[in-house]
């Protein structure tokens, strides 16, 4: 073929990874599926490694009109926010592994408080650490809840992305 007939990189490589993958999983195709869903877990501590200090900047962005704060107050206050958020997924994990091993469907419900839980403690540590009032804390604590959300699902996407050419 011509030259500017041909296949760009990009698509030679799809088109290679995806031959790869037919070939290794053409007996077993749920295999394929869980090594993939095993591959992006596996890369999930990367996600929230580079979603820490992009947090830290919307928080710097929101909270921009207040000089006291420098980034890396921000970027503590994010450190703070993350461990707290870890502990309680030890303890959702825990749950839910006692949850599959004793059957008790109640625990689901003990898993969405934890979750509504996490939500309310960053309004009242963003109350707390910033020291603004509650309907304008409450504001903001709506603003950053919905850029992070958009940051962790392009994150995620990346990571998907990333994933599926080296699992």
């Keep these: 073929m011509p030259e500017n007939k041909r296949d760009g990189w990009l698509k030679k490589r799809?088109?290679?990874r995806e031959i790869q993958i037919s070939e290794k999983f053409k007996e077993n195709p749920n295999e394929m599926v869980r090594e993939f869903a095993e591959?992006?877990?596996h890369r999930l501590p990367y996600m929230l490694f580079i979603s820490l200090p992009l947090f830290a900047l919307i928080l710097k962005l929101v909270y921009i009109r207040r000089k006291q704060f420098y980034y890396a107050d921000h970027g503590v206050f994010t450190i703070h926010l993350y461990i707290f958020t870890f502990l309680q997924?030890?303890?959702?994990f825990g749950l839910s592994?006692?949850?599959d091993k004793?059957?008790?469907d109640f625990?689901?419900?003990l898993i969405f408080l934890l979750f509504v839980a996490l939500l309310f403690y960053l309004y009242k540590a963003m109350r707390n650490f910033y020291g603004q009032r509650r309907a304008k804390t409450f504001f903001k604590f709506l603003f950053v809840a919905f850029w992070s959300l958009i940051m962790m699902i392009i994150l995620f996407a990346l990571i998907a992305f990333f994933s599926a050419f080296t699992f």
């Design 14 to 16: 799809f088109i290679k």
């Design 107 to 109: 625990i689901n419900f």
């Design 39 to 41: 591959s992006v877990l």
């Design 97 to 99: 592994a006692l949850r």
């Design 102 to 104: 004793m059957g008790w």
């Design 89 to 92: 997924l030890l303890v959702v």
